[in-house]
């Protein structure tokens, strides 16, 4: 007679859902645009990276987003990250 012993790992992954509860923010409009009420674009990198860009920034236009968010607040709240262009320090040039 064979025995099996198995073992369950559970991983906690921050700032994603748990299964069964609603997901933050909303779907995008379509494969380019957020609806006005959520201007703020959910966009998962191709290294997998959860990042989001508010309107006006400079690689806003060029994101596809996966997930439209209220605010970066509620951006942020979701696992999402600046992106690289809102994370770098405004430099003085004089």
Do not use: N
């Amino acid at each position: 007679m064979r025995r099996v012993v198995g073992w369950v790992v559970t991983i906690a992954l921050v700032g994603v859902p748990a299964i069964g509860s609603p997901s933050p923010g909303v779907p995008p409009r379509d494969a380019a645009h957020c609806p006005d009420e959520h201007p703020v674009k959910g966009h998962a990198t191709r290294q997998g990276a959860m990042v989001f860009y508010p309107p006006g920034s400079p690689q806003y236009d060029r994101a596809a987003p996966e997930r439209c968010f209220a605010s970066e607040t509620e951006a942020r709240e979701a696992g999402y990250r600046a992106g690289r262009e809102e994370r770098r320090p405004v430099r003085d040039r004089r």
